[in-house]
């Protein structure tokens, strides 16, 4: 009989831990598919077959998580050296976690190259990424078959390990900052229409934050502990976050769309405009209403201050179609795609 680490021994329970987390997150991301596939039924049908094809993935990788399980509590328990082989099910495990990760990058170029009007530049970098963590993903998902044993894998596997890792958090990195960015950049200064800015900032910063310190911790674990399966824990729980982001990013719609139809938030254009002239309407997020426009000798009424209680006249300054169709398109390509087509359609 082999001996088996000390520091093997108890990492199983964390692995145990690791699933049992897994297998809570699932829960919420398929409620979340649920949601999205009822409130969102005027989506593209490449949406929907995306959100559908990772919930599949999401199931496989999750029943592939309970077999390894099963196998070591069981098959240990008549010979415990078992604990020290690896198992096929534990590295499928693996590629169906990168290919999450990268449709979620996908999913949120995507974003990126629409909020940024086409920037080749920035799009075209974090391809470059994406492209080389996907060839380092493959070559690790090859490389992990070879090895047989799990005191092995942390030998030589680090330098795969180790790239692959860095060149995802180098992604999400990039991403968020870009949709940081392009976002910061549509303020426009008032309150009501800076306020969905703000909230599509907040949901983009935490969403790229969150997904950075699961790979960081994951990775730090694995080089740290190179005896210990810990970080297979937190591997087991990346895959989950992503598929969250991607359907939190899709669920937050309904909320802004009420927003915009209950007249909550209305689109101004820049301030940097001078003159006076005519504020635009909000574009409305359902695609099947026009755009309407205020008429051009139209007047703000006044209206009382809360804080002083005296009368304050809006200041309005002129702004072309462009600029207001901008600001909204930002909304729009960050909120449903369908509104931003026919919006654009009614603004030519």
């Known amino acids: 009989m082999s001996a088996i680490p000390s520091a093997l021994r108890p990492s199983f329970g964390y692995v145990l831990i690791g699933v049992l987390v897994t297998s809570l997150l699932h829960g919420f991301t398929t409620f979340q598919s649920i949601a999205y596939f009822r409130t969102s039924s005027e989506d593209s049908w490449a949406l929907k077959l995306t959100v559908l094809a990772v919930m599949i993935i999401e199931c496989l ?71 080389a ?20 894998v942390a030998i030589d596997l680090r330098s ?38 703000t909230q599509l900032l907040y949901y983009t910063v935490n969403n790229g934050i969150l997904t950075t310190v699961v790979d960081m911790v994951m990775m730090g674990l694995f080089l740290g502990l190179p005896n210990s399966l810990a970080f297979l824990a937190v591997f087991e729980v990346i895959s989950k976050i992503y598929v969250a ?8 719609r309904k909320e802004l769309r009420t927003r915009y139809r209950t007249g909550e938030i209305e689109i101004y254009g820049n301030q ?42 809006e200041s309005l300054n002129t702004t072309p179609t462009v600029t207001v169709v901008k600001i909204d398109q930002t909304i729009e390509r960050h909120v449903d795609e369908r509104a931003l087509e026919g919006g654009m359609a009614q603004s030519s």
């Open 61 to 131: 990788h999750l029943a592939f998580c309970w077999h390894f399980q099963w196998f070591y509590f069981t098959a240990a328990l008549g010979d415990p050296s078992v604990l020290l082989d690896t198992l096929w099910s534990t590295f499928l495990t693996i590629p169906l976690t990168m290919l999450v990760v990268f449709i979620c990058h996908v999913f949120f170029v995507t974003k990126l190259w629409k909020i940024s009007s086409h920037n080749r530049i920035l799009c075209a970098s974090i391809a470059v990424l994406e492209l």
């Open 133 to 152: 963590s996907v060839g380092s993903q493959l070559a690790l998902s090859v490389k992990l078959f070879s090895v047989p044993l799990w005191p092995e």
């Open 160 to 197: 795969l390990v180790s790239t692959a890792f860095a060149l995802i958090v180098c992604t999400d990195i990039a991403i968020a900052a870009g949709l940081s960015y392009y976002l910061i950049k549509c303020r426009t200064g008032y309150q009501q229409t800076d306020s969905i800015v």
């Open 245 to 252: 982001a991607i359907l939190t990013s899709l669920n937050t």
């Open 272 to 313: 940097g405009q001078s003159g006076s002239g005519s504020p635009l309407v909000n574009l409305p997020f359902s695609s099947k209403r026009k755009i309407n426009s205020r008429p051009t000798d139209y007047r703000p009424k006044q209206r009382r201050s809360r804080d002083e209680g005296i009368y304050k006249s």
